[in-house]
T-cell receptor, first 117, second 114 residues
Framework: AQTVTQSQPEMSVQEAETVTLSCTYD???????LFWYKQPPSRQMILVIR??????QNATENRFSVNFQKAAKSFSLKISDSQLGDTAMYFC??????????????FGKGTKLSVKP | DADVTQTPRNRITKTGKRIMLECSQT?????MYWYRQDPGLGLRLIYY???????NKGEISDGYSVSRQAQAKFSLSLESAIPNQTALYFC?????????????FGPGTRLLVL
């Protein structure tokens, strides 16, 4: 079974600075997707960034980028130029691409990020 | 209008009552999911449906049932609610052909079972 671990329950960062959130996962699959979702106080789950395992290039979305290390099974999220609106819970998630349970997201327990003015 | 809607947004019920949470989507996705979120535990999958005739149990299906009334509608029922079903419930949709496996979530339903 797949597992996702986020080892930092809480983090804080000053506005305009850079912060990195950690995520590791355990799987025997070779084809899969990895996601970061953001959950602000409004509780809405919002997709931040997505990575396909077969792609070696790290995904980027504006101020958000990932460091995907497939061999190490690591998928960290870097937020540059942090903004007050980035304050939220961040969840790392794994999805098999093929076979049983394909399409089901496995979530980590989340990291609560606070951006301070 | 939101692409994925959930009703109600908040619900208080008593132990033993039957309740239904509803999810509707206008994204045209075939796949729909129900998740539960508890503090400190992230989201866990309850049930999922890849089309109207295909419904599958997830990680924590005991005490729950679902109905896929149409492509756009997926309901979650608690047959006899108990206090440990107090949680935040999310519906999600996906389409592997156009959305590349990305799941899009509704706004959530906060359920309190007394």
């Amino acid at each position: 079974a797949q597992t996702v671990t986020q080892s930092q329950p809480e983090m804080s960062v000053q506005e305009a600075e850079t912060v990195t959130l950690s995520c590791t996962y355990d799987t025997s699959e070779s084809n899969y997707y990895l996601f970061w979702y953001k959950q602000p106080p409004s509780r809405q789950m919002i997709l931040v960034i997505r990575q396909e395992a077969y792609k070696q290039q790290n995904a980027t979305e504006n101020r958000f980028s990932v460091n995907f290390q497939k061999a190490a099974k690591s998928f960290s999220l870097k937020i540059s130029d942090s903004q007050l609106g980035d304050t939220a819970m961040y969840f790392c998630a794994f999805m098999k691409k093929y076979g049983g349970s394909q399409g089901n997201l496995i979530f980590g327990k989340g990291t609560k990020l606070s951006v301070k003015p | 209008d939101a692409d994925v809607t959930q009703t109600p947004r908040n619900r208080i019920t008593k132990t033993g009552k039957r309740i239904m949470l509803e999810c509707s989507q206008t994204k045209g996705h075939d796949r729909m999911y129900w998740y539960r979120q508890d503090p400190g535990l992230g989201l866990r999958l309850i049930y999922y449906s890849f089309d109207v005739k295909d419904i599958n149990k997830g990680e924590i299906s005991d005490g729950y049932s679902v109905s896929r009334q149409a492509q756009a509608k997926f309901s979650l029922s608690l047959e006899s609610a108990i206090p440990n079903q107090t949680a935040l419930y999310f519906c999600a949709t996906s389409d592997p052909w156009t959305a590349q496996e990305t799941q899009y979530f509704g706004p959530g339903t906060r359920l309190l079972v007394l």
